[in-house]
């Protein structure tokens, strides 16, 4: 269901569903209270209800701070993730400059199919919270054989070998932190620890009477729509390949991969592309 809300609804319209959604529940229900049980506006169950609200209160907000620091710590982690897997990426690119011609090619072409496969294949599973390894396989196995198909000749192409293949064993296991990542997700306990708070906060405001009607329904809102704007961050943080806050398949089209996003790029590139868009 997040998924479904972030991959086709902005964060503006996931906010006034959300927030205004909610908010609009807890004015109704506080409204029905009063016509239903009209002692209420007395408050003569102020004391016992505004010590509830207190300890709830208190318990759900640790909750919620604990659930967005994780969350955004994930985000954080991820975005690190992908800088350093299009890093390495551009570091076997520029190691490679410095082998013969035909080797080089081989290696630039392993890359840009590498890069293409990622941001144009694997990126769309993870949006949808699908990642698969086999998505881009095939061309991690393809800079492994570019690289072992190349034999060094001298100190100098030696320790750009060893550089390059140091860069793509990193690159395998931050491609394998970063399929990790997709497939995570906020844990069913704390779903239910999350949004069942806000069931039991927000009806609890209904028993806290104030003589004004439009005083009671302000405390209400109030509390509602800030339950109702933490939900939000929660759900907008929830998925990092997923929404609006999600992080971007950037990095694997800058600096020293750029070259294999322009039109002067090698002419094998769009055939490797394409076969990598077909599985």
Known sequence: MILWLLNNLSTFVIAVLLVGGLTGLAVAGSVAARRRFPYLAQGE????????????????????????VTLWTQLETTQSIIAAEAGDLAAV????DAFPAADRARVHAAVGAYA???VEVQWPLMREGRPSYEATGTQTHGLYQALMSYEPQGPRAETFYQEAASRLNDLNSQRRARIT????????????LVYGGALVIVPLTFLFGLRSLRMQLLFVSAVAGLIGFSLLLVV???????????????PYKEAALARFWTADAPADQPQVREQSTSR
């Not at 690119?93 to 490679?96: D, E, H, I, M, W």
């Open 181 to 192: 990542m997709a497939e995570t997700s906020l844990p069913v306990l704390l779903q239910v």
């Open 93 to 96: 690119v520029r190691s490679a």
């Open 236 to 250: 907008a943080l929830d998925r990092p390949f997923a929404g609006d806050l999600s992080v971007s398949a950037e």
């Open 45 to 68: 169950h102020n004391e016992m209800v505004g010590i509830a609200l207190g300890m709830f209160g208190a318990i759900y907000g640790i909750i919620l701070a604990f659930v967005v």
């Open 116 to 118: 293409h496969a990622v």
